[in-house]
């Protein structure tokens, strides 16, 4: 696992619901669903940057698991990485 701090990407409009969440990108104009557990990674990182260690330790979830997330994510624009 890397040190990498990441973080929701400006710009980005989250709304909770139950354990999904409803993302909207104002740089794409793009609206997502989010399910479990992306939701619940979300949730984390709007409180603040996280790493992914922390992020697997809070989660409960495995590294390739989480890499996939955080890939998945940060396609859509929705995460990125905090520059060092």
Not at 27 to 39: D, I, S
Not at 49 to 78: H, K, M
């Amino acid at each position: 696992m890397t040190s990498a701090l990441w973080r929701v990407a400006g710009g980005v409009a989250l709304r909770f619901w139950a354990d999904e969440a409803i993302v909207f990108v104002d740089a794409t104009q793009e609206t997502h669903l989010v399910g479990p557990p992306a939701a619940a990674l979300l949730r984390r990182l709007g409180k603040g940057a996280a790493s992914e260690d922390a992020l697997c330790d809070s989660e409960s979830l495995g590294s390739a698991q989480l890499a996939e997330i955080l890939r998945t994510l940060a396609s859509g624009g929705i995460v990125e990485e905090e520059a060092a």
